[in-house]
């Protein structure tokens, strides 16, 4: 864990809202001095604290799938799961792979342009490891609740708007459009400058396009993607099953103002509820799950979870 000060989380808390968002103007909100930021900044990035910049790309508008694996592992060693892992990070339109522990020991997710895709490319893998896949479970997103880090914070600072992917209708979009979601993915911060130096075009025209394709909510938002465990946190997946789903708007507006919940998932062929939390220690957890029980008494069936290991790809868009 790396020691940070409250300051540092302010800044923080600023970047995960909009990361574009100039130094000036997050110095400004924070009655603090232009350059004291910049240099806060500079130290947080240098101390890997902020990994990079990203933006947020609601893909159903491009036309893909957001299709999620979880895998349970049986006779295998180290060498046949890091095999194991390697292929799914290598195929075509992969997201992300993490490794877990707890109910599920592998976690990945592919945005495809159709489940046929997903389908054939799974039934390749099935093919390869089938006898070292215990249980396995696939489920299609229809919306994807992403909340603000709002425990960076005191309650008087929180912010408790959130990003959210919905499938939806395909839009219009050229491939110009697809290149510069390309190169702003994985580096919000990126100059429109040095956009257009890359595409041949002129900063005012990808201006343009980017506020278009804001305006369509193609993009979200911007966001800076930060180490919670040099924060001194962990990163926890809950999976539940309810027994009354009428009642399950109350359970969600709990998690909603929850400073911890991060995520909220909404899938078919999964689980009733999902979120996913990063907070201190298992113990923290384990008393939040225990007090979702007493605060909605026989509502909560059951509950799996996992806790991320490891993170061995995550990327921001769709291949093409």
């Not at 990003?163 to 290149?179: H, L, P, Q, S, W």
């Not at 909220?264 to 007090?291: H, P, R």
């Amino acid at each position: 864990m790396t020691k940070i000060l409250q300051t540092d989380k302010r800044i923080l808390f600023e970047l995960d809202q909009d990361a574009r968002r100039s130094v000036k103007k997050i110095a400004k909100k924070l009655h603090m001095n232009r350059d004291t930021v910049a240099y806060r900044i500079k130290q947080l990035e240098k101390k890997k604290i902020i990994t990079h910049y990203y933006t947020l790309i609601d893909a159903s508008k491009l036309g893909y799938i957001l299709v999620r694996l979880y895998l349970k592992l049986q006779n295998t060693n180290e060498d046949v799961e890091q095999e194991i892992i390697s292929d799914l990070m290598n195929r075509k339109y992969n997201l992300t792979v993490y490794r877990t522990e707890g109910s599920w020991e592998i976690a990945t997710g592919f945005q495809v342009p159709s489940i046929k895709a997903f389908n054939d490319s799974y039934r390749k893998f099935q093919e390869k490891y089938r006898r070292y896949i215990l249980e396995d479970n696939v489920s299609v997103f229809y919306e994807f609740v992403q909340y603000l880090k709002n425990y960076l914070v005191p309650e008087e600072s929180r912010n408790y708007e959130s990003f959210v992917t919905e499938t939806a209708e395909k839009i219009n979009y050229d491939k110009i459009d697809f290149r510069i979601l390309k190169l702003i993915s994985d580096n919000s911060k990126i100059q429109l400058l040095d956009i257009a130096n890359k595409m041949k075009m002129t900063s005012m025209a990808i201006k343009y396009r980017l506020k278009q394709l804001e305006k369509k909510k193609v993009i979200l938002g911007y966001r800076a993607l930060i180490d919670h465990t040099k924060l001194g946190y962990e990163y926890y997946k809950v999976d539940m099953q309810i027994e009354d789903s009428t009642k399950l708007k109350k359970l969600q507006e709990y998690c909603k103002q929850h400073p911890n919940i991060i995520y909220e998932n909404k899938v078919i062929g999964g689980f009733d509820f999902e979120f996913d939390i990063e907070i201190e220690s298992y113990e923290k957890f384990y008393k939040l799950i225990e007090t979702m029980k007493k605060r909605f008494p026989g509502l909560i069936r059951t509950h799996k979870f996992y806790k991320a290991r490891k993170i061995y790809k995550y990327v921001y868009m769709p291949e093409e």
